[in-house]
T-cell receptor, first 112, second 117 residues
Framework: AQSVTQPDIHITVSEGASLELRCNYSYGATPYLFWYVQSPGQGLQLLLKYFSGDTLVQGIKGFEAEFKRSQSSFNLRKPSVHWSDAAEYFCAVGFTGNQFYFGTGTSLTVIP | GAVVSQHPSRVICKSGTSVKIECRSLDFQATTMFWYRQFPKQSLMLMATSNEGSKATYEQGVEKDKFLINHASLTLSTLTVTSAHPEDSSFYIC?????????????FGNGTRLTVT
């Protein structure tokens, strides 16, 4: 069965530090990969997506993610975190037939 | 850009009553809509997928008789929580995609906070 795993439930980083959020998937083929951010009480905002091509994807708000087929991973990175980046981050995968699943989410806390 | 409107944003109802949540695509034809449920501090759980004019496909463990989904037009899908109970209290979010855009369902509603007392 397909699955999406975000191993880190909660991460705390200092403002200005770099950030990496992990995402792994289990699927027989390459799925379509997404990262979303959810601020408290808000809906979801798409940060970036990967369908094919260049495995390093640039998104909004200075985020990027790298698809690594050999590791079935799609980790989200940001070189320098801002206090406003504190939120819940969800990795999601899309499969054929309109199936679309979210990871369990990683809560990011940014300390001054 | 494409907008999905979800209404109401918050609803409080008494146990045993039914609540209807609407999800509208404002500027595109949503051939497929997804309904998710999110528990506090947890991820989104896909409840069902509905294609316009067809019966919804429910995920395993989701009671179809309790969570009625209707997708009668290309711009509107509704989720009705029937005979609501306190354990149904949750955050419900819809997402919509248009024809040929299933790979990029980036149009989400802002969610509905349901509290059952």
């Amino acid at each position: 069965a397909q699955s999406v795993t975000q191993p880190d439930i909660h991460i705390t980083v200092s403002e200005g530090a770099s950030l990496e959020l992990r995402c792994n998937y289990s699927y027989g083929a390459t799925p379509y990969l997404f990262w979303y951010v959810q601020s408290p009480g808000q809906g979801l905002q798409l940060l970036l997506k990967y369908f094919s091509g260049d495995t390093l994807v640039q998104g909004i708000k200075g985020f990027e993610a790298e698809f690594k087929r050999s590791q079935s991973s799609f980790n989200l990175r940001k070189p320098s975190v801002h206090w406003s980046d504190a939120a819940e981050y969800f990795c999601a995968v899309g499969f054929t037939g309109n199936q679309f699943y979210f990871g369990t989410g990683t809560s990011l806390t940014v300390i001054p | 850009g494409a907008v999905v409107s979800q209404h109401p944003s918050r609803v409080i109802c008494k146990s045993g009553t039914s609540v209807k949540i609407e999800c509208r695509s404002l500027d595109f034809q949503a051939t497929t809509m997804f309904w998710y449920r999110q528990f506090p501090k947890q991820s989104l759980m896909l409840m069902a997928t509905s294609n316009e004019g067809s019966k919804a496909t429910y995920e395993q463990g989701v009671e179809k008789d309790k969570f009625l989904i209707n997708h009668a037009s290309l711009t509107l899908s509704t989720l009705t929580v029937t005979s609501a109970h306190p354990e149904d209290s949750s955050f419900y979010i819809c997402s919509a995609t248009g024809q040929g855009h299933w790979r990029s369902p980036l149009h989400f509603g802002n969610g509905t906070r349901l509290t059952v007392t």
